[in-house]
């Protein structure tokens, strides 16, 4: 577990809320807990990076009811979901709604710790992306118009000489633009400058 980064347990039966938190603070994960997804939604700031451990069956507002509040206010936390017998067709649900993994009550310990580990992990990875993808957007933004123009000729594989041809430009002209949108967008090659371009939505030239 990384610093900064919270399990948040929700459930509405206070013994298994105690026992996550026992559980979970032994293995040195940091826990904020609530006895229901409402008081969850209110206290929860999205700029607290972790992961979110549900029950799946919750008065009010369930388990499976959360992750969709979640996806509807674009929240990216990733959720494990906590079910009991018979409720695995309700998990599977959740799977599909994007949940990184559920656990069958009585569960082995190890088991939730590995599922608690995966779905930090998975969170730092959401994290990373949309780091990258603000970057991109931000490093596209700098560019003239002209620059953006060579960048989706480059992006859409065009040799310099086509580009310049396209623009009404000199191949030397191109060269230049070339080099700055590069020094712009801190590419080391060309395959950094197609990812960041196409990360940041840039479509290649006479694509729409």
């Given at each position: ?22 559980l ?59 079910t009991?017998h ?8 959740a ?49 003239t ?59 290649p030239?006479?694509?729409?």
């Amino acid at each position: 577990m990384k610093p900064g980064e919270t399990v948040f347990v929700v459930d509405d039966d206070d013994a298994v809320r105690e026992s996550l938190r026992a559980l979970l603070e032994a293995a040195a994960f940091h826990v904020d807990d609530f006895g229901s997804a409402a008081a969850f939604l209110d206290a929860y700031k999205p700029s607290r990076p972790g992961c979110l451990v549900a029950d799946i069956r919750m008065p009010d507002m369930d388990g499976l009811g959360l992750q969709e509040e979640l996806v509807r206010r674009r929240i990216e936390l990733p959720v494990v979901v906590i079910t009991g017998h018979g409720d695995v067709p309700l998990a599977v649900r959740a799977m599909k709604a994007g949940a990184v993994d559920f656990i069958e009550k009585p569960f082995d310990d190890q088991l939730l710790l590995d599922s608690v580990e995966r779905a930090l992990e998975s969170g730092r990875k959401l994290k990373s992306h949309a780091n990258f993808s603000q970057m991109a957007i931000d490093r596209v933004a700098s560019l003239t118009r002209r620059e953006r123009q060579v960048l989706e000729g480059l992006i859409a594989g065009h040799p310099n000489k086509v580009i310049a041809y396209e623009l009404g430009i000199s191949p030397r002209t191109v060269e230049v633009h070339r080099a700055n949108l590069t020094e712009k967008m801190q590419a080391r090659n060309l395959s950094d400058l197609v990812r960041m371009a196409l990360e940041a939505g840039v479509s290649p030239a006479g694509e729409t």
